[in-house]
């Protein structure tokens, strides 16, 4: 398996809260992105990073930041999240040579 | 638009059975296109990547195959066990890392 970690595995919080998701790698793969999977949506990408503060948007971004200022650690921010962001976030990492994806084990996040 | 569909959204076979699992796509122009398995509550785990070049690729009972002009892909499961009952995606890459996923076959594989 690729060495990727998600934390926190599960978190529940309230509107207008910050909240932070954090992505380890041990595998030195220089892209990485954050998803997040929803019924009836299925996997969308918010943001991804293309190597040490290097970031761009995806389709769902509004309402997140990220950060990357190490090459195995990738962050994802809600600085005041919103019931509209309860969902499943999968960080995953991808290696230039072949552009094949891994996923980590995903992070629950409620907001009441 | 660049879509990636996969149908049917479900699929229940007894054991044993082989199956195809098909996944098509808008705009030929594709980097590579890779085969998930979800488990429920899980993570994605990889089976195959095809890149834009190649025409197919097996690991173990899975073959994957792609076929650019007509904008499909099929992932080829034999002798089918129920160990294999989970959601299978499909994502097409078009390039700038720019990955669009399927919404998934849900398998179920009846004793």
């Known amino acids: 398996d690729a060495g990727i970690t998600q934390s926190p595995r599960h978190k529940v919080t309230e509107t207008g809260t910050p909240v932070t998701l954090r992505c380890h790698q041990t595998?030195?793969?220089?892209?990485m992105y954050w998803y997040r999977q929803d019924p009836g949506h299925g996997l969308r990408l918010i943001h991804y990073?293309?190597?040490?503060?290097?970031?761009d948007k995806g389709e769902v971004s509004d309402g997140y930041s990220v950060s990357r200022s190490k090459t195995e650690d990738f962050l994802l921010t809600l600085e005041s999240a919103t019931s509209s962001q309860t969902s499943v976030y999968f960080c995953?990492?991808?290696?230039?040579?072949?552009?094949?994806?891994?996923f980590g084990e995903g992070s629950r996040l409620t907001v009441l | 638009k660049q879509e990636v569909t996969q149908i049917p959204a479900a699929l229940s076979v007894p054991e044993g059975e082989n199956l195809v699992l098909n996944c098509s796509f808008t705009?030929?122009?594709?980097?590579?296109l890779q085969w998930f398995r979800q488990d429920p509550g899980k993570g994605l785990t990889s089976l195959l990547l095809?890149?834009?070049?190649?025409r197919e690729q097996t690991s173990g009972r899975l073959n994957a195959s792609l076929d650019k002009s007509s904008g499909r892909s099929t992932l080829y499961i034999a002798a089918s066990q129920p160990g294999d009952s989970a959601t299978y995606l499909c994502?097409?890459?078009?390039?700038?890392?720019?990955?669009?996923f399927g919404q998934g076959t849900r398998l179920t594989i009846n004793p």
């Open positions: 995953a990492i991808s290696g230039q040579n072949t552009g094949e994806l891994f």
């Open positions: 595998e030195n793969h220089r892209y």
């Open positions: 990073s293309y190597g040490v503060k290097d970031t």
């Open positions: 705009d030929s122009a594709i980097y590579n």
């Open positions: 095809i890149q834009s070049s190649q």
């Open positions: 994502a097409v890459v078009w390039g700038a890392q720019k990955l669009v």
